[in-house]
């Protein structure tokens, strides 16, 4: 009878060991099953979710002039989502006042980009996905967050226009930049550049530049290579004095040099004929020179004098000459 009963107990603890295993895999195929779909469920949100969105996206998309722009101002995208790849026929990124940190890296799936206008968002991050679009004429990025350019962006052979104002730690430039031939407009204003970068004096097309509001101390020597520059914001940064070379800038027409440390202008500068406006307003300068008064009959409105600084630049330079000379025939008196 004992060896009935363990026989007995025995087979019994089988069955229930085996019950157990028969359980536990009916359990692990209804738990495969329900991530199963959950996951279908899943891929059908996600489907239905990314379909609402490029409908939405597709709301946003007007056409002005023959181009097909993606205009979004003042809602929240802090991200672009994947599904905008399927608007790759889309020509301008017009998002302003959006929340938007990051340019997606598949940024580079739109091949028929002219412009890409992103400012007064929150980016970070120029991706170097950015340097395949060759077609791309203007990138704005001005009031974000970038505190680099990548050198990638050399390779955007057609740019044309580049705006990366008030990016607040943004102080130096790849010198692949230099290799953008057809750049004509460079705003890189408000930033903490303590030098023009050489890639930018380097610039063969460079019509107009906006460097005020930095910190640069000093202006390169070689200033007059950029020979089509026309128009140069400086003001608002940390100058004591000018190269004699700036003078040698036969194309510029344009001189903005308020509220910086200046304490002299250089002779040479009496030659620019080509200087139709110049601005030296709020600069320590070694020579305390008043214009004469304007005449009677001219009304005060058409009296520029002091807001444009040309009549002022040439008399301060004449005083300046006339005072040194009387200083060296002093000296030779004594």
């Known amino acids: 009878m004992t060896g009935v009963a363990v026989c007995s107990g025995a087979v019994n603890s089988i069955k229930a060991l085996w019950e157990t295993r028969i359980k536990k895999n009916k359990d692990d195929l209804q738990k495969q099953r329900d991530l199963r779909d959950k996951a279908a469920v ?14 939405k996206l597709r709301e946003r998309i007007v056409t002005e002039d023959g181009r097909v722009i993606l205009r979004i101002q003042k809602e929240e995208w802090k991200t672009l989502p994947e599904a905008l790849v ?3 026929e889309v020509q301008e990124w017009q998002l302003h006042r959006t929340g938007l940190q990051k340019i997606p890296r598949f940024i580079a799936s739109f091949q028929q980009l ?16 950015i340097g395949k679009l060759t077609r791309l004429r203007e990138l704005l990025l001005s009031y974000n967050r970038v505190d680099s350019v990548p050198e990638e962006l050399g390779n955007c052979e057609s740019l044309e ?12 430039l790849p010198e692949q930049l230099s290799n953008l031939k057809k750049l004509y407009h460079l705003d890189l204003s408000m ?7 050489d890639c930018v004096v380097s610039l063969p097309a460079l019509e107009w530049l906006d460097m005020g509001g930095n910190q640069l101390q000093n202006l390169p020597e070689d200033i007059h290579r950029m020979e089509k520059l026309h128009t140069l914001w400086l003001q608002r940064n940390e100058l004591e004095y000018l190269p004699d070379n700036i003078s040698r800038m036969h194309s510029l027409d ?23 406006f110049v601005n030296f307003r709020d600069n320590p300068l070694s020579w305390d020179v008043s214009l004469p008064e304007a005449k009677a009959d001219v009304p005060e409105e058409e009296d520029d004098r002091e807001m444009f ?25 004594l």
């Open 161 to 172: 226009k580049l705006e990366l104002a008030k990016n607040q730690d943004l102080d130096e």
């Open 86 to 88: 399927q608007l790759t």
């Open 114 to 129: 002219i412009v890409i206008d992103l400012s007064r968002n929150a980016i970070t991050e120029i991706p170097k996905e």
């Open 42 to 55: 899943g891929r059908l949100a996600g489907a239905w979710e990314d379909r609402i969105t490029l409908n």
């Open 309 to 333: 600084g040309r009549e002022f630049m040439h008399f301060y330079i004449n005083e300046s000459r006339k005072r040194g000379l009387a200083a060296r025939n002093m000296y030779c008196v």
């Open 191 to 197: 930033n903490l550049f303590t030098e023009i970068p």
């Open 254 to 276: 344009t001189l903005v040099l308020s509220s910086n440390r200046l304490k002299d202008i250089p002779n040479l500068m009496d030659s620019m004929t080509n200087l139709r």
